[in-house]
């Protein structure tokens, strides 16, 4: 089955600078990776998704890419904001996600005032 | 549009008994998904039910079961609780192998 690796565990950065969070997973059947927020309480929040036809795709200030060669994706946030500061999971799955999502372990990210 | 409900917000179990969780789709979805977030495991998938069929299951035991109504709502019975399932559930619903968006959880705490 499917195995995403998700790194790093914790992340810390400077309000106004750029996280970068990274991703691999094992299956070369999977064809969609989505990204969720996760703040403390809360529900899993779609942020962004990517699927296997294209190479990146930017909403505002996320951005994710896709590296189908080697297996792995990445989330870009640019100009961090405080309320940024969540657990962020990626996930990946064949299709649209019809057999479940295997997700990463997660990545909790501080925006340092 | 109202998001994905579920029903109880907390359940306290004792080990050996049954858990029934329930989970109410987004108006119009058909798909729902459980999970399972255990305290430094991350989400792991449970169950998958489309259009009234269970459609695939993670690496659960058999204990972990499920339905899927004629409305689309489903429900996660957990038996002969373990320790161990202590943990929050999500479900998660979708149209057509799109989108998840997932519900805020219950979580079962067995003692």
């Known amino acids: 089955g499917e195995n995403v690796e998700q790194h790093p565990s914790t992340l810390s950065v400077q309000e106004g600078d750029s996280a970068v969070i990274k991703c691999t997973y094992s299956?070369?059947?999977?064809?969609?990776f989505p990204w969720y927020k996760q703040e403390l309480g809360k529900r899993p929040q779609l942020i962004i998704d990517i699927r296997s036809n294209v190479g990146e795709k930017k909403d505002q200030r996320i951005a994710v890419t896709l590296n189908k060669t080697a297996k792995h994706f990445s989330l870009h946030i640019t100009e961090t904001q405080p309320e940024d500061s969540a657990v962020y999971f990626c996930a990946a799955s064949p299709i649209g996600g019809a057999d479940g999502l295997t997700f990463g372990k997660g990545t909790h990210l501080i925006i340092q005032p | 549009e109202a998001g994905v409900t579920q029903s109880p917000t907390h359940l306290i179990k004792t080990r050996g008994q049954q858990a029934t969780l329930r989970c109410s789709p987004i108006s119009g979805h058909t798909s729902v998904y459980w999970y399972q977030q255990a305290l430094g495991l991350g989400l792991q998938f449970l169950l998958w039910y489309d259009e009234g069929e269970e459609r695939n299951r993670g690496n659960f035991p058999p204990r972990f079961s499920g339905r899927q109504f004629p409305n689309y709502s489903s429900e996660l019975n957990v038996n002969a609780l373990e320790l161990e399932d202590s943990a929050l559930y999500l479900c998660?619903?979708?149209?057509?192998?799109?989108?998840?968006?997932f519900g805020p959880g219950t979580r079962l705490t067995v003692l």
């Open positions: 998660a619903s979708s149209l057509n192998e799109r989108e998840q968006f």
């Open positions: 299956d070369s059947a999977s064809n969609y």
